[in-house]
């Protein structure tokens, strides 16, 4: 079991920035994968950013890419996803989510096993 807690949102103007972590505790080590998702009030949850905890490799949406950025501290066993340049449209929801290790870059939120409980980012005009 991992447990997954999101920090880090709020209320930002447009054009500011945030950054939401992720603390991950429980049965964590190296053979998990992360992605960042959101949800909108009566839209989908939709994929934002990829990392794989070993070897760090990332990958993002194109509706993010150049303007969010995920990393990871090991050593804290936190993952953050930097969100610039923000726009009234990226308001919603934001969870942290982890699947054990696969070979391929999973997008699909059914395919991750545990979730954190969300956050709120809301972007004013």
């Known amino acids: 079991q991992v447990q997954l807690v999101e920090s880090g949102g709020g209320l930002v103007q447009a054009g500011g920035s945030l950054r939401l972590s992720c603390a991950a505790s429980?049965?964590?080590?190296?053979?998990?994968?992360m992605g960042w998702f959101r949800q909108a009030p009566g839209k989908e949850r939709e994929f934002l950013a990829f990392i794989r905890w070993r070897g760090g490799i990332t990958y993002y949406a194109d509706i993010v890419k150049g303007r969010f950025t995920i990393s990871r501290d090991a050593a804290k066993n936190t993952v953050y996803l930097q969100m610039n340049s923000l726009k009234p449209e990226d308001t919603a929801v934001y969870y942290c989510?982890?699947?054990?290790?696969?070979?391929?870059?999973?997008?699909?939120?059914?395919?991750?096993?545990?979730w954190g409980q969300g956050t709120q980012v809301t972007v004013s005009s």
């Open positions: 989510a982890a699947r054990p290790f696969s070979t391929v870059i999973v997008t699909t939120a059914t395919r991750y096993d545990y």
């Open positions: 429980g049965r964590t080590d190296s053979s998990y994968d």
